[in-house]
């Protein structure tokens, strides 16, 4: 065995010093650092962050005659289907990512909480559609019934405030929501007498409305000074869009209506077409599945809805042909509705009740018959 060589003879090399960092070095990790700290906090700030929006998008097609229940006289199930069309609300406030997601999307509107809610909150808003809805279902069965010649009552506790127009004479003295309970004292059940009150006043009347709040039994009396209509300058104008209040028709046999939470009154046409063809032999829609959109009278007037756009768009996913929608519709909301609908969805513009039973005819529905009253049924 040898022995070791001496120290000076072994190979040893001091190892290298390190070279400084230079400073375009220190600098990058820095710059990159930043960058990616503002990164993270964008990121977190569109994921957590709620803006005051809202969004509407496309929801449910759903078969109406399966909601309506009918004791009493025979029942006719049809082939073909009236469909319910809703919009779905987000639930809370939008975060910033969904909000411009939302906006990017073609489907999707995104609504400000002002003019979605109205200053109020949206628990409140709720119960204003649930009370929009359950007056629907009642003017619905009301107009279907009459059509097919059954004598009808009605009942009422007010007329409930569903829209105030801006810059009219109720803008600043009511909201969504308020009951007008009398005018000038005389009593006000339904919405009816609410309109027939203020018609039969001049423009530039002042009067004395009777108001329950949404929140409270207690009647305010609020003074308002009525506008003219601008197409008739002698007319009496509100400027608000009335419902009755806890509606109540007296029919001569039950139908009830289930529709579990969705709420508002654009539901009243879809309603009173399904009504009139379980109670009648034939094919109202000609067997196929139409799609219907608008508020219903209690004259068979057809009214104004929002989110058709969104209704569209659900009609032409679930591969509905044709859609029923006012004719009273913003005509952007329109052009919007039948982007939306492309070439797959027919879009027909109704005005009343017996536009539409028309446009059913014309797709190869079966007309309702001139019938003897409480006689609803096809020859």
């Not at 059509?147 to 109720?170: K, N, W």
């Not at 829609?285 to 219903?296: H, K, P």
């Not at 969805?345 to 446009?359: G, M």
């Amino acid at each position: 065995m040898l022995p070791p060589p001496p120290v000076g003879q072994l190979n040893l090399t001091e190892p290298p010093e390190p070279e400084p960092r230079s400073w375009w070095s220190r600098r990058w990790v820095w710059a990159v650092s930043v960058v990616a700290f503002v990164v993270c906090v964008v990121v977190a700030a569109g994921i957590l962050v709620r803006v005051p929006y809202y969004a509407f998008s496309p929801g449910s097609v759903r078969p109406t005659a399966s909601l309506i229940t009918i004791e009493g006289p025979d029942v006719h199930p049809p082939d073909g289907e009236v469909m319910l069309m809703t919009v779905s609300i987000s639930r809370q406030r939008l975060t910033l990512f969904a909000a411009l997601r939302g906006w990017l999307d073609p489907t999707v509107t995104v609504v400000d909480e002002e003019d979605l809610l109205g200053g109020g909150d949206r628990e409140a808003t709720r119960q204003v559609n649930l009370q929009l809805m359950d007056n629907s279902k009642e003017i619905a069965t009301y107009v279907a019934l009459d059509r097919l010649g059954y004598e009808v009552g009605v009942e009422g506790t007010g007329s409930i405030i569903s829209q105030v127009s801006d810059a009219t004479p109720a803008d600043g003295v009511l909201v969504r929501g308020d009951t007008i309970v009398s005018v000038d004292g005389e009593p006000v059940d339904l919405a009816s007498d609410l309109i027939e009150a203020i018609s039969s006043l001049e423009p530039g009347t002042s009067v004395a409305l009777g108001v329950e709040p949404l929140d409270s039994d207690d009647v305010d009396e609020r003074e308002v000074v009525l506008g003219a209509r601008d197409d008739d300058p002698d007319a009496a104008f509100l400027g608000v869009v009335p419902q009755t209040r806890d509606g109540r028709f007296v029919f001569p046999f039950e139908i009830e209506i289930d529709t579990g939470g969705v709420g508002g009154p654009s539901a009243g046409l879809s309603f009173t077409l399904t009504i009139l063809d379980l109670l009648t032999e034939g094919e109202l829609t000609g067997g196929i599945e139409v799609a219907a959109t608008g508020t219903i009278g209690a004259d068979g007037v057809v009214g104004p809805i929002g989110g058709v756009e969104q209704k569209a768009a659900a009609a032409r996913r679930d591969g509905v042909k044709v859609f029923l929608v006012p004719g009273s519709i913003a005509a952007n909301e329109l052009d919007a509705a039948r982007r939306q609908a492309g070439d797959e969805v027919q879009i027909i513009e109704v005005n009343t009740l017996d536009e539409a039973l028309e446009a059913l005819v014309d797709i190869g529905g079966d007309p309702l018959p001139s019938v003897p009253p409480g006689e609803g049924s096809r020859s």
